[in-house]
């Protein structure tokens, strides 16, 4: 059973800055692909971006390409996501999510294909 908590989360204003975190209980952390996802009021909750167990590979939404980064200290057990130039349309729940997975390259992108979720931290931008 892998536990994840999200952290990082805060109001910015518009073109802002944040870092989230999400620290995972599991020793064997470097073979779990790890995901953000993001839920705004009265909307479903969205991919953000992926990383693969190695960190090589990385996949985003098109919405934030350009914008944040994800990646990974395995020593540490964490997976980081970098949000920058941050806009009103990103306020959101954001949730970190793992999976086990066997291939170092693959990169998980949809709700379903995750089965441990962190347990939300919020991220509001203002104007």
């Known amino acids: 059973q892998v536990q994840l908590v999200g952290s990082g989360g805060g109001l910015v204003q518009a073109g802002g800055s944040l870092r989230l975190s999400c620290a995972a209980s599991?020793?064997?952390?470097?073979?779990?692909?790890v995901g953000w996802f993001r839920q705004a009021p009265g909307k479903e909750r969205e991919f953000v971006a992926g990383?693969?167990?190695?960190?090589?590979?990385?996949s985003y939404a098109e919405s934030v390409k350009g914008r944040f980064t994800i990646s990974r200290e395995n020593a540490k057990n964490t997976v980081y996501l970098q949000m920058s130039s941050l806009k009103l349309g990103d306020t959101a729940v954001y949730y970190c999510a793992a999976a086990a997975a066997s291939g170092i390259w693959s990169v998980f992108t949809r709700n379903s294909e995750y089965r441990y979720w962190g347990q939300g931290t919020q991220v509001t931008v203002s104007s």
């Open positions: 990383i693969s167990r190695s960190g090589v590979t990385t």
């Open positions: 599991e020793r064997t952390f470097s073979t779990y692909v």
